[in-house]
């Protein structure tokens, strides 16, 4: 399968930005006039499988993007998103900040309707999260060390960019 955005860090020609990690572009079709794409060039499906500093250097990138947005389209305000993974409304199997420049009645609509939590499922979700920092196998989140016995759980990585791979972390939502 051949990935669209790999095939963009190659062929764009109206790239915004460039370095050796990652590429920005103006997509095609994007949702308002300075929409901006930031993706890296190493081929990753999703955020789980970009190693921290790579991450850092991408939305590093997207402030600096989103920074210049105010000042050269005054742009009123900006969306920072990751869609991360299809149920997320990810299009291609490829890392993607977009930067959306908005304005008073641009007519974009991205909130939803706010449900009322339940408390006990709440209760039920926070411990399963606090639950994965009891599982061994990482030895970091980020540059903070943690104690041993508080790593959270994480897939095999075993070939990395293989499409079942991507399926499977895709499906269990697991880092």
Request: proline residues 7%; charged residues 25%.
């Amino acid at each position: 399968m051949t990935c669209e955005i790999c095939n963009l860090i190659k062929t764009a020609t109206d790239k915004v930005f460039e370095d050796d990690k990652v590429f920005a572009v103006l997509p095609s079709q994007g949702v308002t006039a300075g929409h901006i794409i930031v993706a890296t060039k190493q081929h990753f499906p999703i955020i789980e499988n970009i190693p921290d500093d790579l991450v850092s250097h991408a939305f590093k990138v997207a402030n600096k993007l989103s920074t210049i947005t105010f000042e050269s389209l005054g742009a009123q305000g900006t969306n920072i998103l990751v869609n991360n993974g299809i149920d997320a409304g990810q299009k291609f199997p490829h890392f993607v900040v977009h930067i959306i420049p908005r304005r008073e009645n641009d007519n974009i609509n991205l909130s939803w309707q706010p449900t009322q939590a339940n408390p006990e499922e709440l209760t039920m979700i926070e411990e399963k999260i606090k639950g994965f920092f009891n599982k061994p196998s990482v030895e970091t989140i980020g540059d903070t060390p943690l104690p041993p016995g508080d790593q959270p759980e994480r897939l095999d990585d075993s070939k990395e960019g293989d499409e079942e791979n991507y399926l499977m972390k895709s499906l269990r939502r697991i880092p």
